[in-house]
Structure formats: C-alpha cells, structure tokens
C-alpha cells in the first residue's frame, strides 16, 4: 500500500509542476485568465498529495497501537497518561 500511496503522490506533484509550467510557458501567450486558472488548480494539488500520501491503510500501524514489546508499550502508556507511574 505504501509503495502505491507514493506512486500517487508523486504522479499528481508531478501534475502540479506540469501544469505551472505549462501555464505560464505557453498558455498566457494565448490566455492569461486560463494561465491564472491552470495555477490555482495547480495550487490544490499538494495539499490533496500530502493527505493521500499520509492516509492510514487498513493494515498500516498506528501511532498508538501496542508495538508487541510489554515493557516499551507500559512505558509510551506512562508517557500518554494512560497509566500511572509506579
């Protein structure tokens, strides 16, 4: 899932460099108002990778989810307030 989330990532950074570039290296010769219009798109794009590129999958851990070793999860849970210290 990993490997697939960064594909896309990168297909629509891609995009986005793409689509300034093509905006104001040819498209404002013809049309400013779509030069400008082409940035703005271009302007969503990273915010929408970074959320795609950051989602959690269904079997990607969590931050918070035991990691399997007893004494280090007793430790983060003492540290989150979870538990009390002894």
């Excluded at 040819?26 to 970074?50: D, G, K, N, Y």
């Excluded at 851990?61 to 007893?70: A, F, I, N």
Aim: glycine residues 6%; hydrophobic residues 50%; aromatic residues 12%.
């Amino acid at each position: 899932m990993y490997a697939r989330r960064r594909h896309v990532y990168f297909a629509m950074m891609g995009t986005c460099i793409a689509l300034f570039v093509l905006a104001w290296g040819v498209v404002r010769l013809w049309s400013t108002p779509a030069a400008v219009a082409m940035c703005v798109v271009a302007m969503v794009i990273p915010p929408v990778a970074a959320m795609i590129a950051n989602r959690r999958g269904p079997d990607d851990r969590w931050w918070d989810d035991p990691s399997g070793d007893p004494q280090s999860d007793e430790w983060w849970d003492e540290l989150d307030g979870k538990k009390k210290p002894r």
